[in-house]
């Protein structure tokens, strides 16, 4: 989360996790190497190996398939859009930026406050797969949005975006500078609002490539391309992982990977809900009061400059402010894991008011 703080914060956590950005962290040891010391509460050891190997995990039915059902109809009523007549999905619209252009191309849908999204992000097995991974307790939430692709076509069309030779591809890239000495450390994940085939696309990674990422390293010219892979994809295949209304995706940033186009000749869609949680950094006083505010005054996060809010209605016009259980409350920020409440609230009677 690119914030105006270069201070280095250790997080939270008895593990010693260090991060400028809440985005990125320095970790002693390598998540794929991580010795579990916390028992673990969703994940099985089957499904920690595949983790540690391949860089991805399936968590199924995270959060109950009604309510991803639930966020699915959000997306569908937040844009004004029909499921039932295809021709509202591609209806002409007037781009703030080329930036504003490719999201709508992308599918992203810019509600980041909703009592929905909160719901999944504060729900007890979302929260306890990420603990296994991290090993780690004490978590904050990221402030992501979600996603509703249509087919690929009209204005919505991936060729409208112009082509690059290097840098970051939708189809296949990493999250973090691979050139790099030591690598950091980043998770991502998505839940999936309803069932996956392959002609919508989605989520797709090359789990071969992240079991043998130092060995490919080490063969490759010194000025490669940090972020976007250039692989032979019959000896590194790229994947597809099944999902179904309701499961969760973990995935490595070192895991290469992308979202494949949509092109479903049936008017499917893909739809995700964007969540991740990571080490919290409570000393971070900058993040840590942008995050309370955003969810306080449901103004657009700030952690990321492809973050716009609607153009149209912004969120804030629409519905009031998200409640947090306790466990919500700390991965939010606004309470902290080891005490009752932060030093210095942030807001106006903010901790007073999130239950």
Known sequence: MPMPDDYLHRAASRVPYFSSDGETYLAQTPLRDLKKTVPLRVLSEEDLAL?????????????????????????????????????????????????DRDLHIYGFVEAYQHQLLWDSRQAQRVYDAFVDVWDCEELWVTLDRLNLNPPNIKNRDRALIPRTDEGFDIELHWDVDTTLGIPPQRVQGIIALNDTSPELGGFQCCPELFRQLDRWKALQPDDRDPIRPRIDKAEFPVVRPELEAGDLLIFNGLL??????????????????YLSMMPALETHRTLRDSRVESWRTLSTPDWNATLLGDATRHESLRYGRAELSDLGAKLLGLASWNGPELDEPVGEAACAEYV
């Open 51 to 99: 983790w540690q190997t391949y860089g991805y995990v399936v968590v199924k039915q995270a959060i109950p398939a009604s309510a991803a059902r639930s966020l699915l109809d959000f997306s569908w009523d937040f844009q004004g859009l029909d499921p039932e007549r295809p021709d509202t999905w591609y209806e002409d619209r007037e781009y703030r930026s080329d930036l």
């Open 256 to 273: 290469a990977h992308g979202v494949a186009p949509n092109t479903s000749t049936r008017n499917g869609v893909r739809a995700v809900q």
